[in-house]
C-alpha cells in the first residue's frame, strides 16, 4: 500500500518522519533503522535526537544505507561522518548498535556479504530513504534489478555531479556501495522523504510513473507498506494527492 503525506514545509516533513521512527521504536525497542544520510533527512535526525532523549535506547539498531566507495569515514561528506555528527553519535549508541558500509574495506565482496548477512539475520523493520535526481534510492542507480541485495554501484554520472554538494571541494565520485533495492522491498515500512520543487518531477515518477528498474524509485509503487512524505513543493505535480 503506497501512502502519501504532504506536510507544509520541510520542517513540518522533518517532524513527521521522527514522529514515525519514535513511533515504531515505542512499539518495538529493539526496533532496525535504515537510514539514508544526505539533505533529505538531516532534520529529521535532529529532531529525532530530541525526540529520544532520555529514553532506554540500548535495543535500537540503525544501519546505513550506503557510503560512497574509497572514502574515510572522516571525511565531511561521507555517509559515516553523517551518522557520526547527526544520528548515531548524539544518541551515544554503542558500536554494536550501528551498522555502516566501510567505504575504505578492502575486499567489497566481503563488506557486501557482511551486511547481505545482518539484514538476513534482523531484517530491516523500517527504513527511511531519500531520491537522487535521476530517481536513485541508496545507491541503486537506474537499471539496478529490483532484486538487487547489497552490491558496489559504478555511479552514473548524475549522481557524481549532484554529490558534489556534499563536499567543500571537488571530489571524485565513482562508486558506491549500498543496501539494494531487494532488501528494501522486504522492510516492513519503507519511507522516502523529498522536499523542494526540484524534486516534484521525481516524486511524481515515483508514485504514478511506469513501475521498473529505469527508475528505481518507482519500487515504492510494489511495496506492501511505503510512505512518502513530501513537503508542498515535492508534491505539487502528484495529481492524486
Ligand atoms: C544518501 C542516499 C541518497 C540520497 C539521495 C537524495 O545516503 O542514499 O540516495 O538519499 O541522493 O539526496 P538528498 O537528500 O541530499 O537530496
Redesign the pocket.
Known sequence: MLTHLQLPDYEGLSRTVSEIVVEAFLRKPDLMVCM??????ARACDLLVEALQGKDLSGLQIIG??EWWGMEPDNEGS?RHFFDTRLTGPLNLRPDQCHFFDGLAKDYAAEVQRMDALIAARGIDLAI????MNG????NEPGTPFEAGCHLAVLDDV?RS?GQ?YFNAQTELEKGITIGLGHLMRAEHLVLIANGAHKADLIKRAMEGPVGPAFPASIIQLHHRATVVTDVQAGAELSRS
Request: one cysteine or more.
Open positions: 539514508a544520510s544526505g539533505h533529505s533527512p544505507l550506503d555517509c530513504v531519500g531520491i537522487g536513485h534510492i541508496g545507491f549522481t549532484v554538494k
